[in-house]
């Protein structure tokens, strides 16, 4: 019989550390929330919070969809790296650390190239790439020999309680959706409920440590994304948002939608991980059917 475990949640309320938290909860686990007040109070507070936790879960990042001022990248780097060195240093410093360090990452650390799965190392060279290479070497930082790591490299995570989805289903609906740019960029997408039961299986029957690609095993770009979620939607989606028009709202940033790169959850799937949502249809399906029961 499985015991109840200590939890500590970094970043707890965004969309994934709420759900990731209900989840606990729900298997009868206790949670311990550490928030931006916790990180600026220094590692002795740190190591106070996570005194007696059997794991640590860190998802603590700013939004990337904004406009890349100077500030604002700034804001997306510190909020991940130094983020992730307090923590490592305050478990580093513990007599008896969480046993387990789940960290996230994100699968723009990949170029947009080559068709990449954990083992691959053709990485790109721009700014969000350069912000996923320094988090994890901050979180390959933890002591190996007495606390078991696992990153987790996402996708663009998909749910209607927030995030690209619930902000794309207004325009589809309203008929105005459509492609962005060339839409042959790749679109690596996984559902929040996947996610969840990733995270949650890590911490509750961890199996093996690394670096693991969480996007759902259906590769499509975003032109196939755009089609399937008209078709869902039985709403027409014959517009296009160029490129050019990315970049004044959003500036540098404007990569975020227009890129994308080809990403295989190999390790995954080699551990028998069974997506609950493998595809973009069931995935939409799903989101839209329990927004109609709201």
């Known amino acids: 019989m499985q015991k109840n475990l200590r939890v500590a949640i970094c970043g707890i309320s965004g969309m994934i550390g709420t759900a990731v938290e209900q989840a606990l909860l729900a298997q009868g686990h206790a949670v311990t929330g550490i928030g931006r007040s916790d ?21 603590a990042g700013a939004s990337i969809l904004t406009r890349w001022t100077a500030s604002a990248k700034e804001r997306i780097y510190n909020s991940r790296i130094a983020s992730t060195r307090s923590l490592v240093e305050a478990i580093n410093g513990m007599e008896a650390p969480p046993a387990d360090f789940i960290s996230a990452s994100a699968v723009g650390i990949y170029d947009q190239i080559n068709v990449h799965d954990e083992f691959s190392l053709n990485y790109s060279n721009d700014f969000l790439a350069r912000v996923c290479r320094d988090w994890e070497k901050e979180a390959l930082r933890v002591d190996a020999q007495r606390v078991r790591l696992s990153i987790f490299r996402l996708g ?8 690209a989805l619930k902000q794309m289903l ?12 060339s839409g042959r960029q790749y679109f690596p997408w996984v559902h929040l409920n996947d996610v969840v039961e990733a995270i949650v299986g890590g911490v509750c029957i961890p199996r093996a440590s690394g670096v693991y690609n969480l996007v759902a095993p259906e590769i499509l770009t975003n032109r196939t994304f755009t089609r399937k979620m008209a078709e869902v939607l039985k709403r027409p989606a014959f517009l296009m948002v160029p490129e050019w ?13 227009s890129t994308g790169q080809q990403v295989i959850p190999q390790r995954l799937l080699a551990d028998g991980f069974a997506f609950r949502f493998p595809g973009l249809d069931q995935a939409l399906e799903f989101e839209l059917q329990k927004r109609k029961e709201k």
């Open 39 to 59: 990180l600026n109070a220094g590692k002795a507070h740190l190591q106070e919070k996570l005194k007696g936790c059997d794991a640590l879960i860190n998802l």
């Open 156 to 163: 663009l995570v998909l749910s209607t309680r927030g995030g």
């Open 170 to 181: 207004l325009p589809f609906k309203l008929g105005l959706g459509g492609r962005i740019a």
């Open 245 to 257: 028009a990315l970049k004044l709202i959003f500036g540098e940033g404007a990569s975020v939608l």
